[in-house]
């Protein structure tokens, strides 16, 4: 068993690919994925083959990266801004929405970014395995170093995920988009979804001037229509902190979101030049798979 200390990138991806199917013939039948005894490559029955990035991280998105993906820029103020701890509470109730789960669970974070709230889920857990996907390629390759126990792929979450069906017993989607016909699929009967949203009040005093982007009103109400019928809603927490942020952290924050696609550095050192007091405010809600 794998310590939970930093090791070869690539055997993350390894210890998951059993978790994997191939995405060329996803929608003719299901065939796994198996790393190569070299543990440099992915490959399936029918002889598709894909590399391991020498940073750990598979590419298995099947075609260019959107303009809207993560940039590098983006991905590297996350990690300086969640590592520094600021959101640790919200990472400790996504964690403890799965207390539950069996000893030796598999756990998915679709829409990763760093996967730190992964990492943070698999700490402590020594016989648990996570398995992080995002469309950017530059998160895949921050995320296949977040943990010994975690693999990354570069996937999208709106085509038919690179996951075989019934593989996970959670899938988590913090401020990340949801497809709930993926997720429902690559659960385990009685598998949990754990999904994380802002609340109105999050971050309010940096969107007050009107630099961030809102929060849509009706949130919660269009998440519970997309989970209808395959999800019921089992429980949902709060969390609710007041982060007093330095300039350097302020400016991280605003940079690893959407923002962060529209806002240079020059722009966020001016905007974004003292101290800022602001609310972490989201919604933790967990989800038992129906259908």
């Not at 065939?31 to 990035?53: N, Y």
């Not at 099947?62 to 919200?90: C, K, S, W």
Request: net charge neutral; glycine share 10%.
């Amino acid at each position: 068993m794998l310590a939970d200390a930093p090791g070869d990138d690539r055997r993350g991806l390894a210890l998951v690919a059993d978790l994997l199917r191939c995405p060329v013939t996803a929608h003719e039948e299901e065939a796994p994925l198996a790393a190569d005894p070299a543990g440099r490559r992915l490959e399936c029955g029918g002889g598709h083959r894909f590399d391991l990035a020498r940073q750990g991280y598979a590419n298995l998105l099947g075609h260019a990266q959107q303009a809207n993906a993560d940039t590098a820029d983006m991905v590297a103020a996350r990690e300086r801004f969640l590592g520094a701890g600021h959101y640790a509470a919200l990472t400790a109730a996504v964690a403890d929405r799965l207390a539950d789960l069996p000893g030796r669970a598999a756990v998915l974070e679709t829409g990763a970014g760093t996967a730190h709230h992964l990492a943070g889920v698999l700490s402590g857990r020594p016989a648990w395995r996570g398995l992080a996907t995002d469309v950017s390629v530059p998160a895949c390759r921050r995320a296949a170093r977040a943990h010994p126990r975690l693999g990354a792929v570069v996937a999208d979450v709106w085509r038919p995920w690179p996951v075989r069906t019934g593989a996970l017993d959670a899938v988590l989607a913090v401020f990340a988009p949801r497809n709930a016909e993926e997720t429902a699929r690559v659960l385990a009967p009685g598998g949990v979804l754990v999904v994380v949203t802002p609340e109105p009040g999050h971050l309010a005093e940096l969107r007050a001037d009107g630099a961030l982007l809102g929060i849509e009103d009706s949130k919660v109400e269009r998440l519970r229509a997309q989970l209808a019928g395959r999800f019921a809603e089992e429980e949902v927490v709060g969390v609710h902190r007041v982060l007093d942020l330095d300039a350097g952290a302020t400016r991280d924050l605003v940079a690893m979101g959407p923002n962060g696609h529209h806002l240079g550095a020059e722009e966020l050192t001016r905007r974004w030049s003292r101290p800022t007091r602001t609310t972490l405010q989201v919604r933790v809600a967990r989800y038992c798979r129906t259908g």
